[in-house]
């Protein structure tokens, strides 16, 4: 990224930008990483950014083109969230974090493809068609943001915008093999993110290295009036401290996360990690997360509910699809406005989520299923707290997998919703988690190291995958496209 | 209740929602004033855009403490919000954010006066949630086959009040809707006009043989839109019931629309599918903490109350119950009539206040309501009352003149002297000058001074008309009824 912003002095915003379109050009019929590649967008961000540049102006990402996940609301253009009712949605205003990023310069190059409404991790729930990740054009590049990932491996973008609810932004950065990081709940506005579940819900950085990610951090974070999950607290300049190393530091290794049945590349690439980090000067000790088996469940009830709310706007009346749907005398207009709407417009994982959330949340039901999933919530955090009394750090396999085959796991939801086994507990404790390349599977295919941290530490993840990266150099390869 | 063999007693329970009067809306900065065009008072986040998120006014939460307070409710420490779920075109984001499980605040109570006496009503709870929008139907519009919706309204702070179901009639009902009303008013919290929609009702009613302890089935009120309109739709479904269980009956429980046109409730036409709001909490905002010290600090600023400044005026003014009534309906002509009372003649017991009091209940109210003008807005300030009343006091004019003395000043502004002087209005007081009017009258009227001296006495009314004619209406009364007895008399 620095590299980029350097040359921006030797080449010129207008001309990084066509360099980058002139890629997309080329790749994009086979990656298809982008709903929307933003041409006229990018060149007139690119003209200004020079402009300013002219002026003696020096903004942290001047010139410097970026890939937007299609779930953050950008001003002018359309904000799909991967969704048929949402594909002519064009939105008044700038999600924060975006907002952020035009003020510091950068240039925006497109909108990245993703599962509807973040809810896949594969990204073939896109109403849009697949992306096909760059390592293998035959399999998934992950999900939900797979469009983004995808852009930052293909060189389609000098870095992205994602979001992580259950693992959106991790196991896509590792299937891809790009550094990607889900900050602590409440470290980056959600303001201008279209929500799917509010508790769980972040905003993240998808970078070629750990560096460009601690500059995006610098420039999306801290506190937003707008937001009032927004933690109210300093902001560190992310990129000030990377070059630490690792000395002294301890990491645990959570024995429930090193599962039978895990593949074993995956898993060797993660041990491997560990070892080269304890080379480094890190001490590594086994912890228990003895909560993690009920994870995933939890996870699976609290966020189909909240998703079944947030979604409940989406009913043809004010802005998207409105449908015409089946008349029926029984039930009027209206409701068969909304329901034609929402039939039409929701593809059928988006249905089957928001209908498992209705279902917990309805009466009768709600202490059962929600209720009872708040409690394990708040056992998977008092897990990492104890643990945290012991570690600096937690490290696990981002992925149980290197990347599927696309088709491979449509038809049975269950062992989709299983990718996220190990990115899901940090969601749900708020924790910041951050997935790093490690290495390559024989047959090609990336791994991820998911580093998780206590509650707005981002910067000793991100010091300790600077450590990692620069002894290794897995960031460094290029996808055979 | 009585009539037939079973005497029964109505149950009835109020659930009040009061619009708060912040300039902004609970949720986003947008404007509350009442009237704007269609559309034009929302932004991204009251219109429940794609990514929005909501940012409490804390306005609001003080509005709603102070009524917890005035009404000696437990504001809880730490409350929260929570997202009532259904589907409505008048509800942008398919979900209110309202309270449930945790509300600002429980229990409190309201003394009201009701047929003669005092009640005190209880309150099960007192929370916050947001208006929805208003839907308007097309027939006066485009197209009379649309519904159309203005959003103008979603987001408006509104207090949802519920009382226990304390009430026995339709008119305790009204009363005590009417005094709650004065009490919003008084904190300045709302405007709780039912007309304007600032104040809105709906009540829980049942009926059970008198002496019972148990509930019966329970009919939820609606659409009731003036506090007549509720005191006559809640009797007549007090009446209903009866009529149904005199009968051999069993009562449905259901929701009943006041239909103001027919005069009876009448079973909503939608089928009820059972609501089931999926409550949960809101997890876009952080629960409320209200410390003590917020607490406090307010409740130090709470003005005094209604029935508070009403006793009060009773005993400390010596005014009778009808007029503490009528001056303490609101805080501002409180205000005004006891600002009189302190610049006018000093009497703290006695005459002064309840002349003040007489004139502020007769001519200013008249003025007021003529002019549609809020008391501090009244030309006739209460520095030109009480100077006006200091003059009749002081025998410069009288009751009379006074009236005329009023009407100069409400149409020029100018001090009861300065138009007492300018218009030569000073009462007659000389006896010389009474005594040679009496005697012009009296010649004047021969006929009627032998008629009367005969046994018509009803004359002696004609004789002062004349004399106060004679003088310009500028007579002392009192003298000229002296002075005419004595000349009649012989």
Redesign the interface.
Known sequence: ELREKLKAREVSAREAAEAYLARIAEVEPRVHAYIAVLEEEARRGAEEADARMARGEDAPLLGVPLAIKDLLCMRGVATTCGSRILENFRAPYDATAVARLREAGAVFLGKANMDEFAMGSSTERSAFGPTHNPWDLATIPGGSSGGSAAAVAAEECAGALGSDTGGSIRQPAALCNVVGLKPTYGRVSRYGLVAFASSLDQIGPMTKDVYDCALLMNVIGGHDPRDSTSADIPLPDFTGHLEGGVRGLRLGVPKEYFIEGMDPEAEGGVRGAIGKLAELGAEAEEVSLPHSEYALAAYYVLAPSEASSNLARYDGARYGLRARGRPSAAEGPLVTMYKGSREAGFGEEVKRRIMLGTYALSSGYYDAYYLKALKVRTLVLRDFQRAFERVDLIVTPTSPTPAFRLGERLEDPLSMYLSDIFTIPCNLAGIPGLSVPCGFTRAGLPTGLQLLGRPFDEETLLRAAYAYEGATGHSRRRPPL | MRRGAMEYEAVIGLEVHAQLKTKSKVFCGCSTQFGAPPNTQVC?VC??????????NRRAVEYTLRLALALGCEVAPFCRFA?K?Y?Y?DL????QISQYELPLAQGGSLEVVTDGARKRVSFHRIHMEEDAGKLIHGEHLDDPASSY?DLNRTGVPLLEIVTAPDLRSAAEASDFLQQLRTLLQYLDICDANMEEGSLRCDANVSIRPAGSRELGTKVEVKNMNSFRFVRRALDYEVERQRRVLEAGGTLVQETRLWDSDRGVTLPMRTKEYAH?Y???PE????PLVVDREWQERIRAELPELPLAKHDRFVSSYGLPDYDAGVLTASRALADYFEETVRLGPDRRRGAAPKAASNWVMGEVLRLLNERKLEPPECPVTPAHLAGMLKLVDEGVISGKIAKAVFEEMADSGQMPEEVVRAKGLTQVTDVAAIESAVERVLAENADQVAAYRAGKDKLFGFFMGQTMKVTGGKANPAAVQEILRKKLAG
Do not use: A, E, S, T
């Not at chain 2, 997890?283 to 952080?286: E, N």
């Open positions: 991204p219109l429940g855009l794609p990514g929005v998120l909501p940012v409490l997202r779920n589907f075109p942008p984001k398919g979900y919706v089931d999926r409550y949960f997890p876009d905002l952080v």
